[in-house]
């Protein structure tokens, strides 16, 4: 039997004013977005794509990406998940996702989620080396990760880990030991990220005092590939590698990318 196309429905929501300091972010430029996100323009998008879509008989998500989800106040949570949790009252639309920090989930925060029918969860980890956390000032450890990731199982949400490839000493076998500590925590799928140097973030000084050298794109590509085989026989879905290209986030030599330096060929 032919499998149901699957089509997702992003609305980025920028996580404007966070409060942590991640080196190498600048949220504005990683969801293409400077203002709060409205349950206008989340039924607008929402439209919009429902249109598009050419099969019929499809699997349709709606995903809440760009930002700390369960970071922002809990009003306006509510006013966007109640827009998207009446399409899928409506049976327009099959599933809700969003994207969080480990240190943002509790149990009232998952309650919340539970109420509008959000069936994923994904945690940002990056590493689950408390070091290079450190480094990379996220703002939350590896412990944080462990007690969020089992509360989001034991609430029966999908579970998502996203990890990052090449951050400030990062090296091989660190990101196969988070990938080994995360296969422990049952994720159902897993988003791998190479890292990206972007312009007005504490990792471009460092660049650019040559205090941190950006992977080559032949050792970000050898690290995926180690990492997908290792999932992949864990029976962990590695959905995505690589941010999206946006208009902004594209290669450097692109005059409008916001991007210094990725991984260098
Ligand atoms: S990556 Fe870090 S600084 Fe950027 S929005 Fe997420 S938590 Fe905030």
Known sequence: MKEKEQYIIPIFVPHL??????????????????????????????????????????????????????????????????VAYQYVKDKKIDS??????????????????????????????????????K????????????????LIRRYRFELGHQMMIGLPESTKI???????????LKPKIVRLYPVLVIKNTELEKEYNAGEYEPLRV???????????????????????MGLQTTDLICSPENEKSEVVARTIS
């Not at 660190?174 to 422990?184: G, Q, S």
């Not at 032949?218 to 995505?240: D, G, M, N, P, W």
């Open 17 to 82: 004013g966070c409060p942590n300091d991640c080196t190498f972010c600048n949220q504005k430029s990683i969801s293409g977005q400077t203002k709060k996100v409205t349950k206008g323009e989340v039924k607008k998008t929402i439209e919009q794509y429902l249109k598009s879509f050419k099969e019929e008989d499809s699997y349709k998500e709606v995903a809440f990406f760009g930002g700390s989800f369960t970071g922002i106040e809990k009003e306006k949570q509510e006013e966007l998940l109640q």
């Open 96 to 133: 809700i996702r969003v994207s969080t920090r480990p240190d943002y989930i509790d149990k009232e925060r998952l309650k919340l989620l539970k109420k509008y029918g959000v069936k994923t969860i994904e945690l940002g980890v990056q590493s689950t080396n408390d070091y290079i956390l």
């Open 135 to 150: 480094k990379c000032r996220r703002g939350h450890t590896y412990e944080d990760v462990k007690r969020a990731s089992k």
């Open 174 to 184: 660190d990101e196969l030991n988070t990938a080994r500590d995360l296969a422990k």
């Open 218 to 240: 032949e050792q970000a590509v050898e690290r995926c590939k180690e990492l997908y085989y290792f999932f992949t026989r864990k029976k962990i879905s590695v959905i995505r």
